[in-house]
């Protein structure tokens, strides 16, 4: 089946400088790489995502790439904010074969900007 | 309003005992899945259902059992709870096109403690 990689785990920065979460998977048949954040205590929600014919796609400061080549995507998020503190998870959706709607998280990246 | 809602939110019970988590959506979501999260494992698919009638394994159903009678409800079935299923349940549900492709909308979580 479908294995997701993320890395880093914590990541911590200073307010404006830029942060990058990476992501791999296994599974050619996945098609489908949403980004989610959750907030302490809360429930996660969805920030930007990406599908498999498209090699970037950018959201005022955050952006996410994929290499289908290299089955990886990445997360950059610019100018970072306090309020981008939180978890972000990537996920990849799969699209064929036996597992076709499974949809497989990461582990997860505690980030934290300080001011 | 556009909601999914779990229920109950926090539940605490024994070993054996069976319990039924509740879940339901009012988007005419064709997709729902059920996660549970953990600390440092992520988000882990239990179970999901691309149409009424149709369910599928997740990573993790092992202890779990599902029903999808009706398109808004997606009820989450422990026949005999164990301590390991002590964990944070989310329910989510999808309109996205192939089958789910798209955003999760969660609900608020069931904190499921087992003695």
């Known amino acids: 089946g479908e294995n997701v990689e993320q890395h880093p785990s914590t990541l911590s920065v200073q307010e404006g400088d830029s942060a990058v979460i990476k992501c791999t998977y296994s599974d050619s048949a996945s098609n489908y790489f949403p980004w989610y954040k959750q907030e302490l205590g809360k429930r996660p929600q969805l920030i930007i995502d990406?599908?498999?014919?498209?090699g970037e796609k950018k959201d005022q400061r955050i952006a996410v790439t994929l290499n289908k080549t290299a089955k990886h995507f990445s997360l950059h998020i610019t100018e970072t904010q306090p309020e981008d503190s939180a978890v972000y998870f990537c996920a990849a959706f799969n699209a064929g074969g036996t597992s076709y709607g499974k949809l497989t998280f990461g582990q997860g990246t505690i980030l934290t900007v300080h001011p | 309003e556009a909601q999914v809602t779990q229920n109950p939110r926090y539940l605490i019970t024994v070993t054996g005992k069976k319990l039924t988590v509740t879940c339901s959506q009012n988007?005419?979501?064709?997709?729902m899945s059920w996660y549970r999260q953990d600390p440092g494992l992520g988000l882990r698919q239990i179970y999901y259902s691309m149409n009424v009638e149709v369910t599928d394994k997740g990573d993790v159903p092992e202890g779990y059992k599902v029903s999808r009678k009706e398109k808004r409800n997606f009820p989450l079935i422990l026949e005999s709870p164990s301590p390991n299923q002590t964990s944070l349940y989310f329910c989510a549900s999808s309109y996205g096109t192939s089958g789910g492709a798209g955003e999760q909308y969660f609900g608020p979580g069931t904190r499921l403690t087992v003695t």
């Open positions: 990406i599908r498999s014919n498209v």
């Open positions: 988007m005419n979501h064709e997709y």
